[in-house]
């Protein structure tokens, strides 16, 4: 069962992104999906990539195992996570983290655009950034 954003954090996180662009095109997605963050971020990547949607695996779960690594083990990323943790309600460390994914998937040649890093990052919020790196890692 994938985590779904309640529509008060979709606002709330709005609130604080009201003026990042890209962050109000992810936000418009979630809307449309009611709050499923899997939805969302495979509607946006392909319309943004200019893709055919298709039944074979998530894009979703390909992109998130592949960005496990990356993420997890970005000790400078993991300080940023941490630093929001403790200032949830500030913007500029959200975008922070935003702008921080889409960099670190452009040196991984993962396309992101901002939007997309946007979903990866509230997803990431929602479910805690330990449990991602440790609990939903697949089991071989």
Not at 3 to 30: G, S, V, W
Not at 48 to 65: D, G, I, P
């Amino acid at each position: 069962m994938e985590p779904i954003l309640t529509p008060a954090e979709i606002n709330k996180m709005r609130q604080m992104l009201q003026d990042y662009a890209p962050a109000q095109e992810a936000f418009a997605m979630l809307e449309k999906h009611q709050g499923r963050l899997d939805s969302s971020f495979d509607e946006l990547w392909f319309e943004n990539n200019n893709l055919e949607s298709y039944n074979r695996k998530s894009l979703w779960q390909v992109t998130l195992k592949t960005l496990r690594a990356e993420i997890c083990g970005n000790d400078g990323l993991r300080a940023q996570f941490k630093d929001y943790t403790k200032n949830p309600g500030s913007a500029p460390l959200l975008t922070g983290l935003i702008v921080a994914v889409v960099g670190l998937g452009a040196s991984s040649g993962i396309p992101i655009d901002p939007s997309i890093a946007t979903i990866v990052v509230l997803y990431l919020l929602k479910i805690g950034l330990n449990i991602f790196c440790e609990y939903t890692e697949p089991v071989s």
